[in-house]
């Protein structure tokens, strides 16, 4: 039904539909239906993880359908695929912009909440943490160009618009508050409320005035321009201030307090209008602007010049923000569709970020997340990134403890040129001092507050929540939005109850205080769901008679696939089959509740004997019970993270206590930093994993060359390790530097000099001790002699038939450390290659596996190299793998190919480290590109997520594979020798 959402389900023969599936309360834009091939049990959760909580209103499957799913686009620009047998959303957005979004914002005391304005004439507000939009301007204003959120805690947002002038918001009543008609049916491009002096709105039109209003209405100055003004932008220093961007090029700043309708300065220099300008929130009289010049200008009131033009955009300059912590960032979006950050001291884009599929209009952050960047776009989507890889030092010097002088610092120290990144807001001062005042217990503060600070995204304020309640906070002291989120099993059934009780309670709220807000009967129902789901049947049944629902499901069969199997299943206690039932519908969370439900005694398991006792020889159901919780919140957990959500696949392993596999959870998704800050808190029952963590963020610290001696940092983080003698080793023979600066490292990682180093070596080689002779050459004056050394013993010992890749992991990962410069061996490559191969088997990296094999092979084609290596058996040995790894291998391999396939695997042998098995999934692995679109190097796949860039500045590989392949093979995937470095 294109009026109401109504999917009507009909049969040629019958007049009417024969069932009604109400899906939203919008009506239909476009529908599409087809067939899809049923799908396993890992693919079902994967998806309704992936999807949306809500459902259809159907009260029963009146028909049974083939297996399909219907994409449905809403004309509230709602957008949803639909899983027709399981009535079922498998993704569902419930509403969103259908036309361009020309602004977004942050609200002031809530950086959860982000406001846009569209060419749909809207505003909507939304949730970062899930993207729902929580509130929603009331009517249509025709086009709304810009918006401002009053400051503090006012819950309101200025818009201005194309011809119904400007207004306030309030949207705790849902209505506007106050409408600016002084501009006329002008256009009004720009409205900036004054965040020191909340009683002042300054708008910018098209009628060529900037006029100041109070909030009641009254105009308190009136500025002409000679044309349109399309953007103003208040002081951060001076309430008073406030400047202007022209149609003719030109800036001004304006004093209010002077009462002249005259610019105090004039600033010239754009070659074409200017559209925004914004004040520096830290550098006073400092301010940027942004032209169709295609230029960013800075200025300096104070010297009344241009300081610093910014070129490289291609297109029109239009969204600009400063950030609030690091003084010299500056980021801008433009019509190019790209948005760059800029170091303003000398005028280089630090990076280019193209996720726009056409103009970007509005960029934004929050103070109390200054590296969390919001922006929007033609496209009609908004995007949110982080600015964190460019600050890595600051957060790689928390974990290294480094003094504070170096994390936090005055304003001309940081805008010292080449100097690395300080920070120097108000926040971090607050963060700062806040974490003084625990002396005891430092590292659970720096957790909780930096990782909000720098990690806001993906559920990091989750994590610390359940580490908190890992460590025995009192319940009464954990946040109020605790439960919004994964919650610890101890905690999850009496929060379920809370959630069951109010929504019984609520009541219906306006429109304006909510979108897509459900019915009364649609809360009712949820909450008879939960209290089912908690054994409370009583409760159950209540709600259900005051739904009218007793009688008609009374009168129903319990049909496979119907939630109808519910209550049948609670009532009998039978917990496996309602958790089977559940995990095929991937509803893995309902499973995980009504598990925790019967451990705490709400749900009565089936007693099988008449006794009442546990039948010889088998576990006790509450011990049966404990494992299922603990596979199902496993198969919850695999599910986040295969979605690219790992901080909230670590919730839900610390949900049941697992810190080792949360630990693991975070490596695997290169959250290496919240690895090590959780680990650091835990203690001891993290300790291998934190410190494993700690090595891939000295590697990291070592691609960061570009900054201050990011070596020693390095240094620093591997000292929190308490046997870190090989990482010291590796990390001096990877660094280039004169034999001077060399001893000086050494010294650092309480390492020998050079030519200590090369006496010991001498020494131990007398000894035919080959691992620590290879080891102190490396370090020595002539390391390409352990090049020599090494090669020898690893193909010596590959020789043999019966060797084994654990006997040369060793010598090859100090090896695969040495200095390009003295890379003189191919062999290396090709053994590392090999080696790299056959630790991705043993880690499950499936997707680099073939690739692996590629390399070595191509390697052994094009260069002259004596290796006991043959092409033609690494071919072999890949078919096999590839024709034996999955569970049938009776099915799709000869016996050949399994005799093969069985001594490849012992020959491999096992991860010491059994949990590290597994493939890496960082956040936004799974999103797609809308402007660079990548090809895979390694198997000619399009990329998805983002992406490495190789040497060569063409080849491309996806993240994911680049950071397996690094913890593999230490080098390019290109065959040159270089180190592969992803950050």
């Not at 460019?390 to 001309?412: H, K, N, S, Y």
């Not at 650091?680 to 934190?690: K, M, N, R, S």
């Not at 620590?772 to 090669?791: D, F, H, K, N």
């Not at 680099?848 to 092979?857: F, Q, R």
Request: proline share 4%; hydrophobic share 40%.
């Amino acid at each position: 039904d294109s009026q109401v959402g109504i999917l009507r389900v009909w049969n040629v023969s019958h007049p009417s539909p024969l069932e009604n599936l109400k899906l939203k309360k919008t009506g239909f834009h476009t529908l599409g239906v087809f067939l899809s091939p049923p799908r396993n049990k890992r693919e079902i959760s994967f998806i309704s993880l992936c999807g949306n909580r809500y459902t259809s209103s159907s009260k029963s499957h009146a028909v049974r359908l083939a297996q399909g799913h219907a994409i449905c686009c809403f004309k509230d620009a709602g957008v949803g695929l639909y899983d027709l047998g399981t009535r079922k959303w498998d993704f569902f957005q419930d509403t969103g912009h259908v036309e361009t979004i020309f602004d977004c914002e942050f609200k002031p005391d809530n950086p959860n909440l982000l406001a846009t304005a569209s060419f749909d004439g809207t505003i909507k507000v939304w949730d970062i943490n899930d993207m729902a939009a929580t509130a929603m301007s009331p009517g249509n204003e025709g086009v709304i160009y810009s918006l401002s959120w009053a400051p503090g805690d006012l819950n309101c947002i200025a818009g201005s618009t194309s011809c119904n002038g400007a207004f306030i918001w309030d949207i705790n009543k849902g209505t506007i508050r106050i409408r600016f008609n002084e501009h006329g049916k002008n256009r009004i491009f720009s409205i900036a409320w004054n965040k020191s002096d909340p009683k002042r709105i300054a708008t910018g039109s098209a009628d060529g005035f900037c006029i100041i209003h109070s909030i009641e209405g009254k105009v308190l100055q009136r500025y002409r321009h000679p044309a349109a003004v399309y953007g103003c932008d208040w002081s951060h220093t001076s309430s008073n201030m406030i400047a202007t961007g022209c149609e003719d090029g030109n800036v001004r700043v304006y004093y209010l307090a002077a009462g002249s309708d005259q610019p105090l300065k004039v600033f010239k220099g754009h070659t074409a209008k200017v559209f925004n300008v914004r004040w520096s929130p830290l550098r006073e009289g400092i301010f940027c602007s942004g032209s169709d010049d295609n230029t960013v200008r800075i200025w300096d009131y104070t010297k009344d010049a241009c300081i610093i033009t910014l070129c490289g955009h291609t297109g029109p300059v239009r969204g600009l923000v400063w950030n609030t912590e690091v003084p010299y960032l500056l980021v801008s979006g433009s019509w190019d569709y790209s948005i760059r950050i800029w170091d303003t001291r000398s005028g280089v884009c630090l990076d280019i970020v193209q996720v726009h599929g056409a103009d970007v209009y509005g960029v934004t952050c929050h103070p109390r997340r200054p590296f969390t960047m919001a922006s929007c776009s033609r496209d009609s989507t908004v995007r949110l990134w982080t600015l964190t890889p460019l600050v890595a030092p600051l957060t790689l010097g928390l974990l290294a403890q480094r003094p504070w002088e170096e994390i936090i610092g005055r304003l001309d120290e940081a805008m010292a040129p080449c100097s690395p990144p300080l920070l120097c807001g108000n926040i971090s001062k607050d963060i700062k001092q806040e974490i003084e005042k625990h002396g005891e217990d430092v590292q659970a503060k720096k957790l909780c507050l930096f990782s909000e600070f720098f990690f806001p995204l993906g559920g990091s304020k989750n994590l610390c929540d359940l580490v908190a309640v890992l460590r025995d906070q009192e319940e009464s002291l954990l946040p109020h939005d605790y439960s919004r989120g994964i919650v610890h099993t101890r905690h999850m059934v009496k929060i379920k109850m809370s959630e069951a009780q109010r929504l019984t309670s609520t009541k219906m709220h306006k429109l304006g205080c909510s979108i897509g807000a459900p019915s009364k009967q649609d809360q009712l129902r949820a909450a008879a769901a939960i209290h089912l789901r908690l054994g409370q049947l009583q409760r159950y049944c209540e709600l259900m008679v005051e739904l009218g629902e007793v009688r008609r499901r009374a009168t129903q069969l319990l049909d496979e696939g119907s939630n109808e199997a519910i209550p049948y299943c609670i009532a009998t206690g039978d917990l496996t089959s309602i958790v089977e039932f559940f995990s095929a519908r991937g509803q893995l969370a309902d499973a995980l509740l009504v598990t925790q439900a019967t451990c705490e005694g709400n749900v009565q398991a089936p007693i099988h004997n008449h006794s009442g006792s546990t039948p010889p020889g088998r576990p006790s159901l509450g011990k049966d019970n404990a494992k299922l919780l603990v596979q199902v919140s496993t198969d919850m957990a695999e599910c986040y993270l295969q979605d690219g959500q790992a901080i909230v696949s670590a919730c839900c392993r610390l949900a049941v206590d697992d810190i080792e596999m949360a630990m693991v959870t975070l490596v695997r998704g290169n959250e290496l930093e919240l690895a090590v800050m959780v680990g650091l808190v835990l203690g001891d029952q993290a300790a291998p994993l934190t410190h494993y963590s700690l090595q891939l963020l000295a590697r990291r610290a070592q691609a960061l060359g570009h900054w201050y001696d990011c070596r020693y940092l390095a240094v620093d983080l591997l000292k929190q390790m308490p046997k870190n003698d090989m990482a010291m080793v590796k990390l001096c023979a990877s660094t280039q530097l004169c034999n001077e600066e060399l001893d000086v490292l050494h010294q650092k990682c309480n390492l020998p000099s050079l030519e200590e180093c090369a006496l010991l070596a001498q020494s131990l080689h007398e000894q035919g001790d080959v691992l620590q002779t290879v080891r102190y050459t490396l370090l020595s004056p002539a390391p390409e002699t352990a090049l020599e050394m090494g090669l020898a013993f690893v193909k010596d010992v590959m020789s043999r038939k019966d060797w084994k890749l654990q006997e040369v992991l060793s010598v090859l990962d100090m090896l695969g450390s040495i200095r390009t410069k003295v890379l003189q061996k191919n062999e290396l490559l090709i053994l590392c290659g090999y080696a790299g191969a056959m630790l991705a088997i043993r880690r499950h990296y499936i997707t680099i596996v073939a690739a692996l094999y590629e390399y070595t092979s191509q390697l052994l084609r094009w260069r002259d190299v004596t290796v006991p290596l043959v092409v033609e058996e690494l071919a072999l040995e890949l078919d096999a793998w590839q024709s034996c790894q999955g569970e049938d291998l009776q099915c799709t391999c000869s016996d050949a190919q399994l005799v093969l396939y069985e001594t490849l695997m012992e020959r491999v042998g096992h991860e010491p480290i059994r949990s590290m098995v597994g493939q890496d999934y960082i956040t936004a692995s799974h999103l797609p590109s809308h402007s660079e679109v990548y090809t895979s190097c390694l198997n000619g796949a399009m990329i998805q997520g983002p992406a490495v860039l190789l040497e060569d500045g063409k080849s491309a590989i996806p993240l994911n594979d680049a950071l397996m392949w690094s913890k593999v093979n230490p080098f390019s995937p290109l065959g040159t020798g270089l180190h592969l470095l992803p950050l």
